[in-house]
């Protein structure tokens, strides 16, 4: 069965740097767009960042503009999320997830989650002094 695995979480003091990855079992991850989604305690699901599938177009939210870069290694058919400047309020579980071309569409703020049919188990991040 498909699924995608997201590393790289860890425990970093605020201002400090983290670089998740993604990658993926029983798919071809340069097929698809990528999106990294966030959960912190006691918060909903929010996307964070997109890729499409030729690594030409990307997508940030607001809140993570000029800290976070989204890119593709197709050598090692990953995505990676560069992290910087963190802040206690980006703690939380990421996950990485894949979704089938829909048109021009590849980020969450033009898809929902729904739409993203393989999900990762996800990778805690913890920003604490």
């Known amino acids: 069965q498909s699924h995608l695995v997201e590393s790289g979480g860890g425990l970093v003091q605020p201002g400090g740097s983290l670089r998740l990855s993604c990658s993926a079992s029983?798919?071809?991850?340069?097929?698809?767009?990528i999106a990294w989604f966030r959960q912190g305690s006691g918060k909903e699901r929010e996307g964070v960042s997109a890729?499409?599938?030729?690594?030409?177009?990307?997508e940030y939210v607001e809140f993570v503009k000029g800290r976070v870069a989204i890119a593709r290694d197709f050598a090692m058919h990953t995505v990676n999320l560069q992290m910087n400047d963190l802040k206690p309020d980006d703690s939380g579980t990421y996950y990485c997830?894949?979704?089938?071309?829909?048109?021009?569409?590849?980020?969450?703020?033009?898809?929902?989650?729904?739409?993203?049919?393989?999900w990762g188990q996800g990778t805690q991040v913890t920003v604490s002094s």
């Open positions: 997830a894949a979704a089938h071309k829909h048109g021009q569409k590849f980020g969450p703020s033009e898809l929902p989650p729904a739409v993203y049919a393989v």
């Open positions: 029983g798919l071809n991850l340069d097929d698809y767009a």
């Open positions: 890729i499409n599938s030729d690594g030409g177009r990307t």
